[in-house]
T-cell receptor
Framework: SQTIHQWPATLVQPVGSPLSLECTVE??????LYWYRQAAGRGLQLLFY??????ISSEVPQNLSASRPQDRQFILSSKKLLLSDSGFYLC????????????FGDGTRLSIL | AQSVAQPEDQVNVAEGNPLTVKCTYS??????LFWYVQYPNRGLQFLLK??????LVKGSYGFEAEFNKSQTSFHLKKPSALVSDSALYFC???????????????FGKGTKLSVIP
């Protein structure tokens, strides 16, 4: 069966510091991969998605970037964190067919001080 | 553009009573509809989906949802609520006629369900 792993589970970082969040998927190949941010108000905001290695699409201009160095690895990064980057970050994967659901990791709670 | 509305921020129901969490959507093509549940400090868990076929779809944990094309709704239901059903519920939609690519989902803002013992 397929599994998705995100780490770390929680992270506290000072303003201006760099960021690297990692997500890996097991048990499938060539998944679509997604990064979301969930603010305190609950809604999910799609940040990035990828349909293949090295292929990244950005949904919202921001202080963050994403990379996909391997088929089942998706990384969210920042060179300098802002206070507004605080939130709950979720990684998800799906098969390529349009009717398939997305499956989510357990998220990373990021607090910026 | 596609959108989802969950008109209730919170739904309270007594344990053992039926529950309904409402969702309406807007999409230009054929809707692909999904329900997810989120427990505190966890990711979203997939409950059920409607792609085509029977308007009543059954999913995990005894949940079901009814697709109503004329009302553009996809309400989540369960005949008898459990305290353990208390969580945040999200409805999501995708345009099934959009081209191949990311298969992006648009999520509603979520409805907090509280089941009272």
């Amino acid at each position: 069966s397929q599994t998705i792993h995100q780490w770390p589970a929680t992270l506290v970082q000072p303003v201006g510091s760099p960021l690297s969040l990692e997500c890996t998927v097991e048990g499938t190949s060539n998944p679509n991969l997604y990064w979301y941010r969930q603010a305190a108000g609950r809604g999910l905001q799609l940040l990035f998605y990828s349909v293949g290695i090295g292929q990244i699409s950005s949904e919202v201009p921001q202080n963050l970037s994403a990379s996909r160095p391997q088929d089942r690895q998706f990384i969210l990064s920042s060179k300098k964190l802002l206070l507004s980057d605080s939130g709950f970050y979720l990684c998800a994967w799906s098969h390529g067919q349009g009717g398939q659901p997305q499956h989510f990791g357990d998220g990373t709670r990021l607090s910026i001080l | 553009a596609q959108s989802v509305a969950q008109p209730e921020d919170q739904v309270n129901v007594a344990e053992g009573n039926p529950l309904t969490v409402k969702c309406t959507y807007s999409v230009s093509g054929n809707p692909y509809l999904f329900w997810y549940v989120q427990y505190p400090n966890r990711g979203l868990q997939f409950l059920l989906k409607y792609i085509t076929g029977d308007n009543l779809v059954k999913g995990s944990y005894g949940f079901e949802a009814e697709f109503n094309k004329s009302q553009t709704s996809f309400h989540l239901k369960k005949p008898s609520a459990l305290v353990s059903d208390s969580a945040l519920y999200f409805c999501a939609v995708r345009d099934g006629d959009s081209g191949a690519g990311s298969y992006q989902l648009t999520f509603g803002k979520g409805t907090k369900l509280s089941v009272i013992p």
